[in-house]
């Protein structure tokens, strides 16, 4: 499974962005959808992840309230909706998905950079 990130840019602090994860195929559709991010000097952390089944999410609490992850209803397209953006937000955003059943992401996209000044 090949993905595909976009949307990533420069913007001020207190504005948004929306990034967009396209999968290669449609049997990503059962693939749960994710997306981390790399700061310079630290390592890669969860943002946020929506499943297959019935779309429950997960946050990361620096995030909650903020941004908002969703998926296509052919689920081969996921976004992330990034509100009030912070300078802390700035970093590499990667998205991933992972098969049913397994427990760690293994398909990952190439990232893009999302950068807040202050």
């Known amino acids: 499974v090949q993905l595909q990130a976009s949307g990533g840019g420069l913007v001020q602090a207190g504005g948004s962005l929306r990034l967009t994860c396209t999968a290669s195929?449609?049997?990503?559709?059962?693939?749960?959808g994710g997306w981390f991010r790399q700061a310079p000097g630290k390592e890669r952390e969860f943002v946020a992840s929506i499943l297959s089944a019935g779309a429950v999410t997960s946050y990361a609490d620096s995030v909650k309230g903020r941004f908002t992850i969703s998926r296509e209803k052919d689920k081969k397209v996921w976004y992330l909706q990034m509100n009030n953006l912070i300078p802390e937000d700035t970093a590499v955003y990667y998205c991933a998905a992972r098969a049913p059943g397994v427990s760690d992401w293994r398909n990952w996209g190439q990232g893009t950079l999302v950068t807040v000044s202050s």
């Open positions: 195929r449609r049997t990503t559709g059962i693939y749960s």
